[in-house]
Protein backbone atom coordinates (compact mmCIF):
# COMPACT_ATOMS: atom_id res chain seq x y z
CA UNK A 1 0.00 0.00 0.00
CA UNK A 2 1.52 3.36 -1.08
CA UNK A 3 1.57 6.44 0.94
CA UNK A 4 -1.94 8.14 0.31
CA UNK A 5 -3.88 4.68 0.72
CA UNK A 6 -2.20 4.36 4.03
CA UNK A 7 -3.36 8.10 5.06
CA UNK A 8 -6.59 7.85 3.69
CA UNK A 9 -7.47 4.34 5.35
CA UNK A 10 -6.10 6.18 8.45
CA UNK A 11 -8.18 9.45 7.85
CA UNK A 12 -11.05 7.26 7.53
CA UNK A 13 -10.33 4.72 10.55
CA UNK A 14 -9.87 7.76 12.72
CA UNK A 15 -13.45 8.98 11.55
CA UNK A 16 -15.55 6.12 11.50
CA UNK A 17 -14.19 5.50 15.57
CA UNK A 18 -15.59 9.22 15.96
CA UNK A 19 -18.83 8.33 14.02
CA UNK A 20 -19.16 5.03 16.12
CA UNK A 21 -18.83 7.07 19.49
CA UNK A 22 -15.26 5.73 20.60
CA UNK A 23 -13.62 8.94 20.35
CA UNK A 24 -14.62 12.24 20.48
CA UNK A 25 -13.11 15.96 19.29
CA UNK A 26 -10.42 15.84 22.26
CA UNK A 27 -8.85 13.13 20.36
CA UNK A 28 -8.50 15.77 17.45
CA UNK A 29 -7.55 18.48 19.75
CA UNK A 30 -4.88 16.10 21.50
CA UNK A 31 -3.68 15.11 17.15
CA UNK A 32 -3.52 18.92 16.55
CA UNK A 33 -0.67 18.95 19.30
CA UNK A 34 1.41 16.49 17.31
CA UNK A 35 3.70 17.97 14.65
CA UNK A 36 6.77 17.11 12.80
CA UNK A 37 9.05 17.81 15.60
CA UNK A 38 7.57 15.71 18.11
CA UNK A 39 5.67 12.87 15.18
CA UNK A 40 5.34 10.45 18.46
CA UNK A 41 3.19 13.18 20.57
CA UNK A 42 -0.17 11.27 20.64
CA UNK A 43 1.55 7.65 20.76
CA UNK A 44 3.04 9.28 24.23
CA UNK A 45 0.21 10.65 25.59
CA UNK A 46 -2.03 7.65 24.57
CA UNK A 47 0.82 5.56 26.20
CA UNK A 48 1.13 6.98 29.48
CA UNK A 49 -3.17 6.85 28.92
CA UNK A 50 -2.75 2.80 28.60
CA UNK A 51 -0.18 2.86 31.75
CA UNK A 52 -2.21 4.46 34.48
CA UNK A 53 -5.18 2.86 33.07
CA UNK A 54 -3.86 -0.86 33.40
CA UNK A 55 -3.03 0.42 36.97
CA UNK A 56 -6.01 2.34 38.15
CA UNK A 57 -8.17 -0.49 37.17
CA UNK A 58 -5.62 -2.95 39.29
CA UNK A 59 -6.19 -0.66 42.37
CA UNK A 60 -10.14 -0.57 41.74
CA UNK A 61 -10.23 -4.22 41.23
CA UNK A 62 -8.42 -4.52 44.79
CA UNK A 63 -10.65 -1.86 46.54
CA UNK A 64 -13.62 -3.18 45.38
CA UNK A 65 -12.59 -6.98 46.53
CA UNK A 66 -12.21 -5.94 50.27
CA UNK A 67 -14.95 -6.43 52.91
CA UNK A 68 -15.00 -2.64 53.83
CA UNK A 69 -14.72 -0.99 50.95
CA UNK A 70 -13.54 2.52 50.77
CA UNK A 71 -16.00 4.87 48.47
CA UNK A 72 -13.35 7.52 48.86
CA UNK A 73 -10.59 5.86 47.53
CA UNK A 74 -12.82 3.92 44.44
CA UNK A 75 -14.28 7.19 43.80
CA UNK A 76 -10.90 9.09 43.37
CA UNK A 77 -9.55 5.94 41.21
CA UNK A 78 -12.60 6.61 38.68
CA UNK A 79 -12.29 10.12 39.35
CA UNK A 80 -8.79 10.55 37.35
CA UNK A 81 -9.65 7.80 35.18
CA UNK A 82 -12.39 9.71 33.73
CA UNK A 83 -9.96 12.94 33.82
CA UNK A 84 -7.43 11.44 31.69
CA UNK A 85 -10.35 9.45 29.04
CA UNK A 86 -11.63 12.97 29.04
CA UNK A 87 -7.99 14.36 28.05
CA UNK A 88 -7.38 11.93 25.40
CA UNK A 89 -11.10 11.42 24.34
CA UNK A 90 -11.89 8.22 24.96
CA UNK A 91 -15.48 9.09 25.34
CA UNK A 92 -17.03 5.89 25.86
CA UNK A 93 -14.79 4.91 29.10
CA UNK A 94 -15.26 8.54 30.17
CA UNK A 95 -19.35 7.87 30.09
CA UNK A 96 -19.01 4.59 32.19
CA UNK A 97 -16.94 6.27 34.82
CA UNK A 98 -19.55 8.88 35.21
CA UNK A 99 -21.84 5.97 36.01
CA UNK A 100 -19.47 4.84 38.38
CA UNK A 101 -19.12 8.10 40.13
CA UNK A 102 -23.24 7.78 40.65
CA UNK A 103 -22.52 4.37 42.21
CA UNK A 104 -19.54 5.43 44.27
CA UNK A 105 -21.96 8.05 46.28
CA UNK A 106 -24.86 5.84 46.88
CA UNK A 107 -21.84 3.11 48.25
CA UNK A 108 -23.66 0.88 45.91
CA UNK A 109 -20.92 -2.18 45.76
CA UNK A 110 -23.29 -3.99 43.19
CA UNK A 111 -23.35 -1.63 40.91
CA UNK A 112 -19.57 -0.48 41.18
CA UNK A 113 -18.55 -4.13 40.07
CA UNK A 114 -20.81 -3.78 36.79
CA UNK A 115 -19.02 0.06 36.24
CA UNK A 116 -15.83 -1.98 36.81
CA UNK A 117 -16.97 -4.33 34.40
CA UNK A 118 -18.04 -2.26 31.80
CA UNK A 119 -14.76 0.18 32.21
CA UNK A 120 -12.67 -2.72 31.71
CA UNK A 121 -15.20 -3.89 28.37
CA UNK A 122 -15.06 -0.43 26.78
CA UNK A 123 -10.78 0.26 28.15
CA UNK A 124 -10.21 -3.22 26.11
CA UNK A 125 -11.98 -1.97 23.04
CA UNK A 126 -10.77 1.35 22.75
CA UNK A 127 -7.13 0.17 23.37
CA UNK A 128 -7.19 -2.12 20.69
CA UNK A 129 -8.63 0.66 18.01
CA UNK A 130 -5.71 2.93 19.51
CA UNK A 131 -3.30 0.40 18.80
CA UNK A 132 -4.50 -0.09 15.06
CA UNK A 133 -4.60 3.49 14.65
CA UNK A 134 -1.37 3.47 15.90
CA UNK A 135 0.15 0.35 13.78
CA UNK A 136 -0.78 2.47 10.88
CA UNK A 137 0.98 5.74 11.92
CA UNK A 138 4.15 3.58 11.83
CA UNK A 139 3.26 2.35 8.56
CA UNK A 140 2.95 6.24 7.43
CA UNK A 141 6.10 7.46 9.12
CA UNK A 142 7.96 4.19 7.82
CA UNK A 143 6.43 5.05 4.25
CA UNK A 144 8.33 8.66 4.60
CA UNK A 145 4.86 10.24 5.00
CA UNK A 146 2.86 12.80 7.27
CA UNK A 147 0.45 11.74 10.09
CA UNK A 148 -3.29 13.35 8.46
CA UNK A 149 -5.02 15.59 11.31
CA UNK A 150 -8.64 14.23 11.45
CA UNK A 151 -11.39 17.21 10.99
CA UNK A 152 -14.71 16.79 11.88
CA UNK B 1 6.82 40.20 34.59
CA UNK B 2 9.32 36.98 34.47
CA UNK B 3 10.26 37.91 30.44
CA UNK B 4 10.87 41.11 28.43
CA UNK B 5 9.10 41.41 24.86
CA UNK B 6 11.80 39.95 23.38
CA UNK B 7 11.68 36.60 25.31
CA UNK B 8 9.13 34.06 25.26
CA UNK B 9 7.01 33.92 28.29
CA UNK B 10 7.71 31.66 30.64
CA UNK B 11 4.34 29.42 32.27
CA UNK B 12 4.92 26.84 34.63
CA UNK B 13 2.31 23.49 34.87
CA UNK B 14 1.14 22.28 38.66
CA UNK B 15 -0.22 18.65 38.17
CA UNK B 16 0.86 15.30 39.81
CA UNK B 17 -0.60 13.75 36.46
CA UNK B 18 1.88 13.06 33.56
CA UNK B 19 -0.96 12.84 30.85
CA UNK B 20 -2.08 15.92 31.66
CA UNK B 21 1.76 17.45 32.45
CA UNK B 22 2.49 16.52 28.82
CA UNK B 23 -0.56 17.62 26.87
CA UNK B 24 -0.27 21.10 28.82
CA UNK B 25 3.58 21.57 28.42
CA UNK B 26 3.13 21.05 24.58
CA UNK B 27 -0.53 23.35 24.15
CA UNK B 28 1.75 26.02 25.33
CA UNK B 29 4.49 25.46 23.57
CA UNK B 30 2.67 25.66 20.82
CA UNK B 31 1.11 28.96 22.07
CA UNK B 32 4.72 30.65 22.14
CA UNK B 33 5.41 29.94 26.09
CA UNK B 34 8.40 28.52 27.73
CA UNK B 35 6.84 25.41 30.36
CA UNK B 36 8.57 24.27 33.53
CA UNK B 37 6.31 21.48 34.97
CA UNK B 38 5.57 20.72 39.04
CA UNK B 39 4.41 17.80 40.57
CA UNK B 40 2.19 19.20 43.56
CA UNK B 41 1.80 22.28 45.24
CA UNK B 42 4.88 22.10 47.37
CA UNK B 43 7.14 21.83 44.46
CA UNK B 44 5.48 25.16 42.65
CA UNK B 45 5.85 26.84 46.39
CA UNK B 46 9.45 25.95 46.03
CA UNK B 47 10.14 26.53 43.02
CA UNK B 48 8.87 30.26 43.31
CA UNK B 49 11.04 30.95 46.85
CA UNK B 50 14.49 29.70 45.39
CA UNK B 51 13.69 32.75 42.83
CA UNK B 52 12.43 31.67 39.75
CA UNK B 53 9.61 33.98 38.11
CA UNK B 54 7.06 32.89 35.56
CA UNK B 55 4.28 35.13 33.91
CA UNK B 56 1.48 32.47 33.89
CA UNK B 57 0.43 29.37 36.29
CA UNK B 58 -1.49 26.52 35.48
CA UNK B 59 -2.45 25.28 39.00
CA UNK B 60 -4.19 21.64 39.67
CA UNK B 61 -6.76 21.61 42.02
CA UNK B 62 -6.43 17.96 43.23
CA UNK B 63 -2.94 16.81 44.57
CA UNK B 64 -0.76 15.03 46.85
CA UNK B 65 1.20 16.92 49.05
CA UNK B 66 -0.17 19.88 48.41
CA UNK B 67 -2.98 20.83 46.69
CA UNK B 68 -3.87 23.84 44.66
CA UNK B 69 -6.11 25.67 47.35
CA UNK B 70 -2.97 25.87 49.94
CA UNK B 71 -0.35 26.24 47.13
CA UNK B 72 -2.12 29.06 45.56
CA UNK B 73 -2.76 30.99 49.36
CA UNK B 74 1.11 30.68 49.91
CA UNK B 75 2.40 31.90 46.32
CA UNK B 76 0.27 34.96 46.98
CA UNK B 77 1.26 35.28 50.51
CA UNK B 78 4.74 35.04 49.09
CA UNK B 79 3.63 38.31 46.54
CA UNK B 80 3.79 36.39 43.27
CA UNK B 81 1.58 38.35 41.40
CA UNK B 82 1.64 36.67 37.99
CA UNK B 83 -1.50 34.89 36.58
CA UNK B 84 -2.48 31.72 38.45
CA UNK B 85 -4.85 29.89 36.75
CA UNK B 86 -7.24 27.20 37.88
CA UNK B 87 -7.29 23.89 36.37
CA UNK B 88 -10.00 21.47 37.53
CA UNK B 89 -11.86 18.66 36.51
CA UNK B 90 -16.41 18.44 37.09
CA UNK B 91 -15.45 19.53 40.98
CA UNK B 92 -17.72 20.53 43.81
CA UNK B 93 -18.90 23.72 43.32
CA UNK B 94 -17.64 24.62 47.06
CA UNK B 95 -14.03 23.43 46.55
CA UNK B 96 -13.84 25.65 43.36
CA UNK B 97 -15.00 28.42 45.15
CA UNK B 98 -12.72 28.07 47.80
CA UNK B 99 -9.85 27.59 45.61
CA UNK B 100 -10.72 30.76 43.46
CA UNK B 101 -10.87 32.75 47.00
CA UNK B 102 -7.15 31.30 47.81
CA UNK B 103 -6.17 34.06 45.00
CA UNK B 104 -6.82 32.97 41.66
CA UNK B 105 -7.32 34.63 38.63
CA UNK B 106 -9.41 32.15 36.21
CA UNK B 107 -10.62 28.85 36.85
CA UNK B 108 -10.89 26.41 33.83
CA UNK B 109 -12.35 22.84 32.91
CA UNK B 110 -9.35 20.55 32.25
CA UNK B 111 -8.50 19.59 29.70
CA UNK B 112 -7.11 22.81 28.60
CA UNK B 113 -7.63 23.46 24.69
CA UNK B 114 -6.06 26.49 22.63
CA UNK B 115 -9.89 27.63 22.36
CA UNK B 116 -9.92 27.73 26.52
CA UNK B 117 -6.07 29.63 26.92
CA UNK B 118 -6.73 31.87 23.85
CA UNK B 119 -8.05 35.05 25.46
CA UNK B 120 -5.86 35.01 28.50
CA UNK B 121 -2.70 34.31 26.05
CA UNK B 122 -3.93 37.46 24.56
CA UNK B 123 -4.53 39.60 27.32
CA UNK B 124 -0.54 38.22 28.86
CA UNK B 125 1.10 39.39 25.41
CA UNK B 126 -0.92 42.81 25.65
CA UNK B 127 -0.12 43.81 28.78
CA UNK B 128 3.80 42.52 27.92
CA UNK B 129 3.64 45.26 24.76
Known amino acids: MD ?28 QQLQDESNPDFVFEVVSVFFQDTDRLLNELGKTLELQNVDFKK ?11 SSSIGAQK ?41 FSLEQQILAAGG ?3 TWNE | MASTSNEKMKALIVDDETLIRKMHSKLLQIAGFDTQEALNGKEAVDLCSSGAVFDIIFMDLVMPVMKGPQATRLLREMKVACKII ?9 EIKEFREAGLDECLEKPLTHAKISSIIEGLKNTQT
Do not use: M, W
Not at chain 1, 3 to 30: H, M
Not at chain 2, 87 to 92: A, I, N, S, Y
Open chain 1, 146 to 148: SIP
Open chain 1, 3 to 30: VNQLQKRFIDYTTTLVQEGFLDDQFNQL
Open chain 1, 93 to 133: VRNVCIAFRNCCEEQNIEGSLRCLQQVKHEYSLVKNKLEYL
Open chain 2, 86 to 94: GVTGQTEAD
Open chain 1, 74 to 84: VDAHVHQLKGS
